[in-house]
């Protein structure tokens, strides 16, 4: 059985309320969760190393073809996009998505490709209508669509995005999407 | 069935049919990546399904061009991770004064940016006279675009600023001539690149050098793939020469990883020892 995946994506308001995310989760995340934050091509590690002080679990920035493990948190690299591989992570610079590099869309239209009903993915904080399209797929091919709660979220304009463009599954604040994503059942291992 | 499943169908039917067809074999290409462009092919092209990409692709070689170009173009920059060149000045430059002659392969060079960046250090360096760098890419029509030297001037002072974080001793606009919109850079630097088409999928070792930078190429790979072309590099590496890939990837996963150490761990410049 392939494991569930849990996909991200955030940006104006967005680094914030993922570390509140990931303390609120604090040890109970058993899928891996891929995130794609965007942030400037030339941004160094000072976001990995925020992120890290909020999370009980390891947040690394993804490499090539690196497995994916649960319980663990990937960063999409700065320029670079992040993409679903079945098991694995692959990157890609391919030309910007709207601006974006990382892209939400990228990312998200990957795990619906490869993961289809065991995505799951989630929409936080941001300035623009990024994602909307990948969770619309993650919703087509069966997955799981999460959007954060517009009244909470700091920049409204990309839950708002989401919920227009998409029937969502669940509209949660914070708190919420932290109790979902513990309440995950651990992958079985094979 | 599933729509997801038809679609990996139709998507697996489409690559063998492109390279039964013109001989160009994506079967090993990462997934994510492929599925992408395949789909942006389909908009571009303005028909509704896969198998009628696959369709036009078959008989329509002027489509096929099109969707031979999306996917060969990358979007980098000159002198992109600019720490790689300065360790590349510190750790790796001092071994290439005691060789009479350095051959350098770029593979998958796409339109070019790193491999002239490569060839204005070298000659910083005072090594470019005997240094020859070969840029290969799959495709023609990038690989024309390389050759021109030309680049959009608002595209050539943005690399300024990475030319002065890589240790540039002077200022990049030293190395083009500034005309109308474009940079064109100076002739001296393409007199010892060779541009020459060559595919990583189905192409073999041509000559051995001292230096393979394939940066930010595997990363369009599956793993199958990805080993079968770091295998090629290391045939065509010579027994101390020095592999660097782009900066998240690595070579961790290559059967033959033992026979490397790390040159920089960071910016993933390996050289061979065995």
Not at chain 1, 138 to 166: D, F, H, N, T
Not at chain 2, 45 to 64: G, W, Y
Request: hydrophobic share 40%; net charge negative.
């Amino acid at each position: 059985m392939v494991p569930h995946g849990v996909v991200l994506g955030a940006s104006r308001g967005g680094t914030g309320a993922l570390a509140r995310l990931l303390t609120s989760l604090g040890g109970g995340l058993m899928a891996p969760l891929v995130v794609a934050l965007h942030r400037a091509a030339e941004s160094d590690e000072m976001l990995l190393e925020f992120l890290r002080k909020s999370a009980a679990v390891p947040v690394t920035e993804a490499l090539d073809k690196e497995p994916l493990l649960p319980g663990c948190v990937y960063l999409a690299p700065a320029d670079y996009h992040l993409l679903i591989e079945e098991d694995r992570l692959a990157l890609s610079v391919d030309p910007p998505v709207c601006w974006a590099r990382p892209s939400i869309d990228v990312l998200f239209e990957s795990a619906a490709d490869s993961w289809g009903e065991q995505a799951i993915g989630v929409i936080l904080s941001g300035g623009n209508a990024d994602g909307a399209a990948g969770l619309a797929r993650i919703k087509e091919y069966g997955g799981l669509a999460v959007v954060q709660e517009p009244s909470e979220a700091e920049c409204a304009i990309m839950p708002e995005a989401s919920l227009r463009a998409v029937q969502v599954d669940k509209t949660l604040r914070l708190e919420e999407i932290a109790v979902l994503l513990s309440g995950i059942r651990a992958p079985q291992l094979r | 069935m599933h729509e997801r499943q038809i679609a990996e169908i139709e998507r697996e039917a489409l690559l063998t049919a492109v390279f039964r067809r013109y001989g160009f074999d994506f079967r090993e290409y990462a997934r994510g990546s492929i599925s992408r462009r395949i789909r942006l092919s389909m908009q571009q092209e303005n028909v509704a399904t896969i198998s009628a990409l696959q369709e036009k692709l078959l008989r329509d070689s002027a489509c096929m061009n099109r969707f031979l170009l999306s996917l060969s173009i990358s979007v980098t920059s000159m002198f992109r991770d600019p720490e790689l060149y300065v360790s590349f000045r510190t750790c790796v430059v001092p071994q290439l004064r005691d060789l009479p002659f350095v051959r350098v392969w770029h593979a998958g060079c796409s339109t070019g940016q790193e491999a002239y960046s490569m060839a204005i250090l070298l000659q910083e360096e005072g090594l470019y006279p005997r240094c020859r760098i070969y840029a290969t890419d799959m495709n023609e029509e990038v690989l024309d675009r390389a050759k021109t030297g030309i680049f959009p001037l608002d595209a050539a002072r943005a690399y300024s600023a990475n030319y002065q974080k890589a240790g540039g001793k002077t200022f990049l606009a030293d190395f083009y001539t500034a005309r109308y919109e474009n940079a064109i850079l100076h002739a001296s630097l393409r007199d010892n690149i060779v541009f020459a088409q060559h595919n990583l999928v189905t192409d073999g070792s041509f000559n051995e050098f001292d230096l393979i930078f394939c940066r930010n190429v595997l990363i369009y790979f599956n793993r199958t793939l990805q080993d079968r072309v770091c295998q090629l590099f290391h045939d065509s590496l010579s027994p101390s020469g020095v592999l660097g890939l782009g900066k998240k990837e690595t070579l961790d996963y290559f059967p033959r990883r033992n026979d490397y150490q790390e040159v920089d761990r960071i910016e993933k410049l390996y050289r061979r020892f065995r």
